[in-house]
């Protein structure tokens, strides 16, 4: 019985994303992370600073502001990528290297198997039911939809509601304040 084309794609993207994080090594894999993640909340939070130099050379409000937020980024993903590149060579040329480069395998593994959960989740959502034979037969079928349902359930029942929070700003008293001032002590 031939393998069905679902299941190669699934070995196949799970064995290679398995076997380059085990080239780079799990600290190396997570302090990536770390870089971009670093990287998106110093746009995030820097891009104010920036936006008025990007204005003086781009005319344009909103391309000065994607320039400004871009700039940001690259600077600080540049960065930070250079501190992590030489912790995680560190790392891995210590006592501890093939530790970590087992570690990155099982994360390669497990980073693998997410991005072919996702995709299944979205092409099951393309298909609608009209499911292709090559997906029907396809054994890793009921595992990457079990797991689809699965980090479909942990979402927010309103995702939007979610965003929501952290772009306005939240506005709160002075902490030495109480809420209810008939609450407060008298201090006469």
């Known amino acids: 019985m031939p393998v069905p084309i679902l299941d190669l794609v699934v070995i196949g993207v799970v064995l ?13 894999e997570v302090l990536a992370i770390v870089a971009w993640v670093t990287a998106a909340a110093a746009a995030w ?10 204005q003086d050379y781009i005319a344009n409000g909103t391309i000065a502001l994607v320039a400004a937020i871009a700039g940001i980024f690259v600077i600080t993903l540049i ?22 480069r087992t570690m990155g395998f099982v994360f390669g593994a497990a980073r693998g198997f997410l991005i072919c959960v996702i995709g299944w989740v979205f092409f099951a959502w393309l298909v609608q039911g009209q499911m292709p034979l090559w997906a029907e037969t396809a054994r890793t079928r009921a595992l990457l939809q079990s797991t689809g349902d699965s980090l479909i359930a942990m979402m927010p029942e309103d995702p939007e509601g979610v965003l ?22 008298d201090r006469s």
Do not use: Y
């Open 16 to 28: 290679i994303s398995a076997l380059l994080a085990m080239v780079r090594g799990f600290t190396r």
């Open 45 to 54: 939070f820097l891009h104010p600073l920036a936006l008025p130099l990007a």
């Open 79 to 100: 960065i930070v990528s250079l501190i992590t590149v030489k912790v995680s060579d560190f790392i891995l040329d210590s006592r501890i290297g093939p530790l970590d």
């Open 164 to 185: 929501q929070q952290f772009r306005t700003p939240q506005v709160e008293g002075d902490p030495g304040e109480p809420a209810d001032p008939a609450a407060a002590p």
